[in-house]
């Protein structure tokens, strides 16, 4: 079956630690995103990639990092420099990097920090 | 500033009837939008996608519209079931490479 799959399902860390979350996608699609899930608010983009070893800045890329080298993994690295890292995180992918696509998602990593 | 807003309070409705669910938005010129649902703990999952040029689409039970004028999308669900109850978002055109979405509906259905 073709998807995209994120792990873990939760996630928890202390504060002042790293961590990266893990989203795979064997839909041969050229881009991936990135979105946090608050309650109460729309998805908001946090990083995306049009094609491997490029990525670009989305809305809210403070404090997180990412990094393209293989066509169907897109990892992110959620730092200690990132305020409110608590929230549902949520991967995508389009066929190419053009907001006309419908977007796949995968099943979201909640991350807890305390 | 650039707004979407749906309606600011959950849906309860009895199965069979028809749900109504509105997108507005501000400052945006979508070329295009489309509708996800949502269920609780999950990605979303695309449903439809109208272009400006479209003023309506549906698919099976599902009916979307799109006013450029109003800045105003709506999503129907006739027939309403109560598998229907979920969490519906509306995604605009923000550019060429990135959508933005709407905080999203609840819908719940009643047998």
């Known amino acids: 079956d073709g998807g995209i799959t994120q792990s873990p399902k939760y996630l928890f860390r202390k504060e002042g630690q790293n961590v990266t979350l893990s989203c795979e996608q064997n839909?041969?699609?050229?881009?991936m995103y990135w979105y946090r899930q608050d309650p109460g608010q729309g998805l908001r983009l946090i990083y995306y990639s049009q094609i491997v070893n490029d990525f670009q800045k989305g809305d809210i890329a403070e404090g997180y990092s990412v990094s393209r080298e293989k066509k169907e993994s897109f990892p992110l690295t959620v730092t200690s420099a990132q305020k409110n890292p608590t929230a549902f995180y949520l991967c995508a992918s389009t066929p190419r990097g053009d907001s006309s696509y419908e977007q796949y998602f995968g099943p979201g990593t909640r991350l807890t920090v305390t | 500033s650039q707004k979407i807003e749906q309606n600011s309070e959950a849906l309860n409705i009895q199965e069979g009837k028809t749900a109504t669910l509105t997108c507005n938005y501000t400052?945006?010129?979508?070329?295009?939008l489309q509708w996800y649902r949502q269920d609780p703990g999950r990605g979303p999952v695309f449903l439809l996608l109208?272009?400006?040029?479209?003023k309506e689409k549906r698919k099976e039970r599902l009916k979307v519209t799109f006013d450029t004028t109003l800045k105003q999308s709506l999503f129907h669900i006739t027939a309403s079931q109560p598998a229907d109850s979920a969490t519906y978002l509306c995604?605009?055109?923000?550019?060429?490479?990135?959508?933005?979405f709407g905080a999203g509906t609840t819908v719940t259905v009643r047998a």
């Open positions: 109208i272009r400006e040029n479209e």
């Open positions: 400052n945006y010129s979508p070329a295009y």
């Open positions: 995604a605009l055109e923000a550019n060429d490479y990135k959508l933005s």
């Open positions: 839909l041969n699609h050229d881009a």
